[in-house]
Structure formats: structure tokens, C-alpha cells
């Protein structure tokens, strides 16, 4: 059975910085483009980034230049690099393939982003 698996949020000051990760299994993230998505309080699930099998990335505009997708296909990770976080960047982040599919979707790591 497929799954995904998320880490790495917490709570940061705005400025600061997190590193997400996300566990998946081998059957799909070879092979497939995979994409960082967040639902902020009160909104609708949105993408942030995707990268690609091979590694080319595209990112929402409100998050270029301050965060960075990147991928090991050896370890079967993703990873979403967070900079000057805003508290703007306050949600739940979910990775999942692009385009996403409901039986992907895992529990999330919350990014609470606050002084």
C-alpha cells in the first residue's frame, strides 16, 4: 500500500526557517512528479511546489524565492526547504503526486509560523 509521510513542521518566528520531508514508497515516487501542498486555517488546500522525476521544479508565486523543492530519489524523499517564513505561511502541508489523488493524501505536519 501506498504512502506518504510528512515531518518537520513546528513552530517558527517569522524570518525563520523549517525543512519538510516526505516519506514515500517506491511504487510511486520514482516515477511520478511529485508537489508540496498547504491548507492555511479556514481555506482550501493549495499547491506550493513541484519538482519533477527529474528535477525540475515550479513554485506558487506566494512562495518564490523563499522556498526550495528538492528531491532524493535513492531515499524515496522529498523535501520542501522553508525561508523567511511569514506567518502568511501558516497551514498544514501535505506532499503528494502532481496531479494529486485523495488516496495519497497523508496527515500532514502543521507550520505555525508566529512571534
Known amino acids: 500500500q501506498v504512502q506518504l509521510v510528512e515531518s518537520g513542521g513546528g513552530l517558527v518566528q517569522p524570518g525563520g526557517s523549517l525543512r519538510l520531508s516526505c516519506a514515500a514508497s517506491?511504487?510511486?515516487?520514482?516515477?511520478?512528479?511529485m508537489g508540496w501542498y498547504r491548507r492555511p486555517p479556514g481555506k482550501q488546500r493549495e499547491l506550493v511546489a513541484t519538482i519533477t522525476s527529474g528535477g525540475s521544479t515550479n513554485y506558487g508565486d506566494s512562495v518564490k524565492g523563499r522556498f526550495t523543492i528538492s528531491r532524493d530519489n535513492a531515499k524515496n524523499t522529498v523535501y520542501l526547504q522553508m525561508n523567511s517564513l511569514k506567518p502568511e505561511d501558516t497551514a498544514v502541508y501535505y506532499c503528494?503526486?502532481?496531479?494529486?489523488?485523495?488516496?495519497?493524501w497523508g496527515q500532514g505536519t502543521q507550520v505555525t509560523v508566529s512571534s
Open positions: 503528494n503526486t502532481y496531479p494529486n489523488y485523495d488516496r495519497y
Open positions: 517506491g511504487s510511486i515516487f520514482s516515477i511520478n512528479t
